[in-house]
């Protein structure tokens, strides 16, 4: 059936990236490397090198927890070697590692990272030599998964986001041990290689996706068309983007959850299949000609 189509070729999420930048015009977009990609040591030290600096990196020593400890629950410990003058950071994924030295930040240097424009949100007045631990601190999160982020919210603001503003925030995340973060940005350029895989013209697909302050109710299936186009050239940046961010979570041992197939399509797409079973959404605060989606 057409929904099984459409379900089958959702799953080339990344595959679809490569093959379309090939054919555009422009630089391609960068490939993700299969196989493991969760760094816990190298993700945690380069958290650390982004918040304190260079000289700090070595102040603490990092240790892996074996991933099957606590029934695959986030584990962090934080501790203090006398020998080395080390603090010592360990945790089972690189979130833990993470959350560890958030924790130290928070309870053992009185510095905090939080939300605000340009950095107003921090404060890292961390001394060096850094504190030292005087008791071990363990601590096992009560739930697997931690969610994150809004799908509005990835449209609102983010989609304006640069990568140094994303990494920020995904530093945000580990620091606060979120591991089940959403993943939206740049899904337009799949699906655009999706409904041109499948027949649509280009000018049929341009004509169905809003602009970016509006893509959260475009992907939700409320309007279509409004505030567009959304060029080429913005969609293969995202896409771009949107693999920064997945290879920076992959490495923290975030799980990104990525956008499905949510029942609407372009109109054109009865012009294609003319048998589908198709039916028309009523007005949803818009005129009827931006919000009248077509439903599978």
Not at 111 to 136: C, D, Y
Not at 251 to 260: F, H, I, K, R, T
Request: aromatic share 14%.
């Amino acid at each position: 059936s057409i929904y099984w189509l459409i379900m089958k070729l959702i799953v080339l999420w990344l595959g679809v990236l490569s093959v379309t930048a090939a054919a555009q015009s422009v630089a391609p977009v960068i490939p993700l490397k299969p196989g493991p990609t969760h760094d816990p040591l190298g993700s945690v030290k380069g958290l650390v090198f982004r918040k304190l600096g260079y000289e700090y990196v070595d102040a603490f020593s990092y240790e892996v927890i074996p991933a099957d400890s606590e029934s695959g629950h986030d584990v962090f410990e934080i501790d203090y070697n006398k020998t080395t003058a080390q603090v010592i950071l360990r945790g089972n994924t690189g979130v833990a590692l993470s959350s560890a030295f958030g924790w130290y930040l928070k309870y053992s240097c009185n510095a905090e990272v939080s939300w605000g424009r340009n950095g107003s949100g921090e404060q890292l007045n961390v001394p060096f030599p850094i504190p030292v631990v005087t008791a071990p601190v363990r601590i096992v999160s009560p739930v697997q998964f931690r969610y994150y982020q809004n799908v509005c919210t990835v449209s609102y603001s983010m989609v304006w986001w640069s990568w140094e503003r994303w990494e920020w925030e995904l530093d945000w995340m580990a620091l606060n041990g979120i591991n089940l973060p959403l993943a939206f940005t740049g899904q337009e350029f799949v699906w655009e290689a999706f409904y041109l895989a499948l027949g649509l013209t280009q000018e049929e697909v341009d004509a169905y996706f809003a602009g970016p302050a509006f893509l959260a109710w475009n992907r939700m299936g409320n309007i279509h068309t409004w505030a567009n186009p959304l060029g080429a050239g913005w969609r293969i940046a995202q896409a771009g983007l949107q693999q920064q961010i997945l290879t920076a979570a992959r490495a923290y041992g975030m799980v990104p959850v990525l956008p499905g197939f949510a029942g609407h399509v372009p109109a054109a797409f009865g012009r294609v299949f003319p048998h589908a079973n198709l039916t028309t959404s009523s007005a949803w605060h818009f005129q009827a000609n931006y919000s009248d989606n077509a439903l599978l």
